[in-house]
């Protein structure tokens, strides 16, 4: 399955958090590459090795760039 990649900023709900380069939990992400897949969002926050993946109900506004 591909997955289609985007830039945009984050912004979760109270009480879900994703970490950031310095392994901080941040509840917006200003600039990351997202990915929708069947009700989930996956990020590629910049500065980290992996790939957070956090459910819809977790995410309040996804603002796409470019």
């Known amino acids: 399955m591909s997955e289609d990649w985007t ?8 009480g879900y958090t ?4 310095d392994g901080e939990a941040i509840s917006y992400v200003p600039s990351a ?3 929708l897949q069947g ?3 996956k990020l590629r926050v910049p500065g980290t090795d ?4 956090v459910s819809a109900p977790a995410v ?6 470019g």
Do not use: D, M, R, S
């Not at 994703?18 to 380069?21: D, E, T």
């Not at 992996?50 to 993946?53: E, G, H, I």
């Open 7 to 14: 830039e945009a900023a984050v912004e979760l709900n109270t």
């Open 50 to 53: 992996t790939v957070q993946v």
């Open 33 to 35: 590459l997202v990915a």
């Open 60 to 65: 309040h506004l996804i603002t796409l760039k």
């Open 39 to 41: 009700g989930f969002a």
């Open 18 to 21: 994703v970490l950031n380069a």
